[in-house]
Each structure stands twice: as structure tokens, then as C-alpha cells.
């Protein structure tokens, strides 16, 4: 098969052509970028589990560029597992549930109360730019250690530093201008994390944040500096994306579904379960790669040769009617089965329990504040199918 993947158009709706691929059979060869694709929710998960066979090493000289240093998420093995252990017992969920709600709610509580209150006064507003992007942002800062009065600035450089992942592929003379603007933000943002890093040297002792503990860590003296940074921006950047655009696509399921959202609003013991049925039905990372590293990297049968791109559509691996019901269907009453929105096995989203509790706090307050909403413009999906999120959710209260 010959399919350019990086077709704009082909990001806007997917899942009818990822479809037809899955037809095909459990691995399909696209010739245009020498990649071989995989569909099947059972197929994507077992790649993604057996870093064996498939690793992700390839992918380190992508993290170096796009945060000045390697970080854990480009890297397998020993190496990785060490550096995300780092951070990882403060994500785990007893510790999330513990530490975080009430934080979360005072950040949740101000911005959604601020943003409901100029839609009552008659404005439209973009949801993603004046309400979720904010949220998830300052909530990572506050993990990072990030000084209050630094707030708008960390804003700032987090979303100039994102807005590029979005611009990727458009050929207008905009997008240059967001290249120039996300390499200055990026650069803004690494320095002002290395600060952080020279400020906690030179107290010598852990104030519990992130940058803190990955200073102070047993396996700093084996970190370089661009590489202890370059994590603390890949961070910022994924935690401001990722949970930003969730929000963005809640907004954008429960208005086109105004039935489940008022379902939503009379039992909110659905809320949880709603929010995963959006990851599933509008999954943000569409595709994830993973290179063929073995003599017996194999397929359900089909061998891939060693050295060879395997793209992992997680998107199609979420509507695989093999595992749902009416998968094209977005239905939050339907039975809870694990997605791979969030990936699976060694390279599972750190912040995955952080993400939910975020998402749940959220919508419960948006719930409260503003029941009732309508979309007030058309909405887009960005040009860049591997993170499929959108341009924007403009809305007014109804």
C-alpha cells in the first residue's frame, strides 16, 4: 500500500480508512513511508509490552531535538526504567489520590469559574486557549517547583513549545512564524529549568518537586544536565498537551452527545467513565513508533524485518470491534474495557492517574458551573495525525 500519512485531510477523520487498513490483515506495508502499520487492539499491546522485540531507541535523536537533551521517553531498558523510576512513586495512584485533589481543585475552581463567568456575560470563547490549556499547565509547574509570579511566563513558553507539535506539517508562512516562536519558548523554558536545577544545588537539600528530586536522585552523577533539563521540559510540554487536549475533546464529545452530557449532569458517578470513553472514541495520540529490533520480531505470524519502522495505530487499536461493541460509536454507558490511549507497558503515560484526576475534578466543576453549552463556530482537527487534537473548541453558555 502506497497512503501518505501526512496528508492533512487524512487527520481530520481517520478511522473510516484506518478501517479498511484493518481489513487487510494484522500488519500492513505502507510503502510511501517504509512503515509497517498494525490495527488490532490485541497486536498494539503486545508490540508496545515486548520492548524485545520492538524498542523505541530510534526515537531518542527525535526527543534530543525537540527538548535539547535525551529523555526517558526516547530510551528502553535499564536506562529508562532507572530514570523514570525517579518520578514515579509520586504519580502512583494511592500517592496522586492522597497529595493532589485538593490542589487540583483550587487551580480547577478559579479557572473554570473565571472562564464560565465571561460566557454568562455573552462572550464565545476558545475553550482550549482561555480554559484548558491553562489548567494542566499550572498544576505541572506546581509538580516542577515552579515559582507563582513565573506562572504566565511557564504558560507562555508551554504552549509556544506545544504549538509547534501542531504545526508540523502546515506549509503556510504561519507556521514558520510558530517554529520561530516555539524554539525561542522552548529555549526560554529549558533555561529557566536549568535555573531550578542550579537553585536546588545550591540549597543542598529536596523541597519534594520534581527538578528537586531528579537533582538529588543516586543516579544524578550519571545525568548530564541537558539531560535532567531536557525531562523537566518534555514534562511541561507533554503534561500541557496531553491533559489540554483531553479537556478540549471532552468538551467536543459532550457537545456533539448533549444527551450523555446531561446523563453526565444528573449522575456523576458516570463521570469517570465518560472521560474514558473519550479517550477511547477520539484517541489524542493516534500513532506510535516502535522499530523491529530482533531476528523474531513477529506479528501474529508475520515476520518484520529487523531495523524496520512498525507504526502502531492506537486510534484504530481503540474501535477494534474485536474488543468493542459499535466501536465507531461513542456511547459513555457502554462497558469498561482498557483503551491504549494512555499506552501500555514500560512506556505507559507517567502521569496517567495525575491526567484522570485532573480530567475528573475538571469536568465535575464545569458540570456544576456550566451545564449547558453550545459550539460557537466550526471546529477543526489540527493537520498532524500522530497527536490528533484540536485547533480549538469555541463555545458559548446555551
Known sequence: MDFDMLDPDFAQDPYETMGAWRALGPVVY????????????????????????????NVLAEMEKAFGGPTFLGMDGLRHQTVREIWAPGFERKVVEVDWPERIRRVVDVYVDRFVERLRSGESLDALAEMTRIIPTIVTAQLLGVEEDVYE??????????????????????????????AAAAAALNSYIGGLVEKHRALGVSDGTLMAQMVFDDFAPSMPDREIIANGTMLTVAANESSAQLMALALYALGRHPDQRRALVADRSLVPAALEEVH?????????LRYACSDESRVQGVTIPKGSAVMLLLGAANRDPARWDDPNS????????????????????LGVHLARLEMNVWLNRLLDKLPEYEFAGDIEFGSDFTLRGLRGV????A
Open 280 to 288: 477511547r472514541w477520539l484517541t489524542l495520540t493516534q500513532s506510535v
Open 330 to 349: 461513542f456511547d459513555i454507558f457502554r462497558p469498561r474495557k482498557a483503551h491504549l490511549g494512555f499506552g501500555f507497558g514500560p512506556h505507559i503515560c
Open 394 to 397: 469555541p463555545i458559548k453558555a
Open 153 to 182: 511566563d511557564f504558560i507562555k513558553w508551554s504552549d509556544a513549545t506545544a504549538a509547534v507539535l501542531s504545526a508540523r506539517l502546515d506549509s503556510t508562512p504561519r507556521s514558520q512564524e510558530i517554529f520561530a516562536e516555539g
Open 30 to 57: 505502507n510503502s510511501r513511508h517504509d512503515q509497517y502499520m498494525i490495527t488490532s487492539h490485541h497486536n498494539c499491546s503486545r508490540v508496545l509490552g515486548d520492548t524485545r522485540r520492538f524498542n523505541s531507541a
